[in-house]
């Protein structure tokens, strides 16, 4: 496989998935194996590359919805499958609530485990490529903006356009796009440089300038 998927699976009786786990390997996936929900979150917090998690619903310490609530908040855009023996429909009900991408009844079938795999890549995938497809349309029309003499307020539109993209490239790790993402920061942050130079000292004087305008835009934008 050219580019190598990732999957961290979480489980109390990972010994006995070896033959789930040789399948995958043999298919060309990297399968990083943790037994409790601790483990798992100590991954994540070092490897932001993880593309899939498994998790075991019914892990002693920290459960399978408990863990898949932290690594959330650390990699909110990653898939996560449920592993459960539990079929009860509110069980379910709350984990798919809970942002899980799908879930799987053990035993689990190498099968299923692939067609699993392949459906949430593939959503990814096409998530990702519609994000980047996406920016490049706007990409022009917040240039045009930024080289526009924009005033205060237009100044505030395209801070947040860009936060909302800076987000959406990272959230999908759509990489092709950080590189152009990161150059339209910089052209952001010299023409912004240049409304603050030129307004500066009338704002001084007049005492009607914005009240916050250098902190305001200061996390924004890369150094010149």
């Known amino acids: 496989m050219a580019d190598q998927i990732r999957i961290l699976w979480a489980d109390d009786e990972i010994d006995l998935l070896k033959p789930q786990l040789f399948f995958l390997e043999k298919k060309g996936y990297e399968v990083i194996t943790v037994s409790n929900g601790h483990d798992a979150l100590e991954v994540i917090a070092n490897d932001k590359n993880i593309d899939v998690v498994f998790l075991d619903e019914s892990m002693p310490g920290l459960s399978g919805l408990e863990t898949l609530a932290r690594i959330k908040t650390v990699l909110p855009g990653v898939p996560v499958v449920m592993i459960t ?124 300038g914005p009240l916050r305008v250098p902190t305001s835009f200061a996390p924004m934008f890369c150094p010149p």
Do not use: C, H
């Not at 942002?99 to 949430?120: A, S």
């Not at 497809?133 to 706007?138: M, R």
């Open 85 to 208: 023996k539990n079929e009860a429909e509110n069980l379910m009900e709350e984990a798919i609530g809970s942002q899980i991408d799908d879930y799987l009844i053990k035993p689990v079938n190498p099968n299923q485990i692939l067609l699993t795999l392949k459906k949430l890549i593939d959503n990814k995938r096409l998530v990702s490529e519609k994000t980047a497809t996406d920016y490049q349309q706007e990409f022009r029309s917040i240039l045009m903006e930024i080289n526009s003499n924009p005033g205060e307020k237009e100044w505030v539109d395209i801070y947040k356009k860009i936060i909302a993209w800076e987000i959406k490239i990272d959230e999908n790790n759509v990489q092709e796009m950080k590189e152009i993402l990161e150059m339209q920061k910089k052209e952001a942050n010299k023409e912004f440089s240049k409304f603050i130079m030129s307004n500066y000292v009338s704002w001084i004087k007049n005492g009607k």
